[in-house]
C-alpha cells in the first residue's frame, strides 16, 4: 500500500523560506516520478514541480527560480525549498507521485 506523508508547511512572512518533506512508503520510489501541487481556496489544484527518477525537473512559470525540487531516492523522500515566498503561494500543498498517488496536503500561509 502506497503512503505519501507530507510534512513542512507551516506560517511565513512574506519573502521568508519554508522546507515542504515527503516521506513515501509501500513503493519502488526510486523509479517513481515525483512532484508538489497545491490547491489555494477556491482555485483548483495546480502543478508547482516534478522531477522524475533521474533527476529531471519542471516547475510552474510562478515558482521558478523561488522553489527547488529535489529527491532521496535512498530514505525515499521529495522536497520542496520555498524561498522568497508570496502571499500568493498560500495553499495546501501535496506531494504526488505517478500513479494518481497523493498525500494528505499540509497548509503553507504567507502572511505578514
Known amino acids: 500500500q502506497v503512503r505519501l506523508v507530507e510534512s513542512g508547511g507551516g506560517l511565513v512572512q512574506p519573502g521568508g523560506s519554508l522546507r515542504l518533506s515527503c516521506a513515501a512508503s509501500?513503493?519502488?520510489?526510486?523509479?517513481?516520478?515525483m512532484g508538489w501541487y497545491r490547491q489555494a481556496p477556491g482555485k483548483e489544484r495546480e502543478l508547482v514541480a516534478t522531477?522524475?527518477?533521474?533527476?529531471?525537473?519542471n516547475y510552474a512559470d510562478s515558482v521558478k527560480d523561488r522553489f527547488t525540487i529535489s529527491r532521496d531516492n535512498v530514505k525515499k523522500t521529495v522536497s520542496l525549498e520555498m524561498n522568497t515566498l508570496k502571499p500568493e503561494d498560500t495553499a495546501v500543498y501535496y506531494c504526488?507521485?505517478?500513479?494518481?498517488?497523493w498525500g494528505q496536503g499540509t497548509q503553507v500561509t504567507v502572511s505578514s
Open positions: 509501500g513503493i519502488i520510489f526510486s523509479i517513481s516520478p
Open positions: 522531477i522524475t527518477s533521474g533527476g529531471s525537473t
Open positions: 504526488w507521485m505517478a500513479g494518481n498517488r
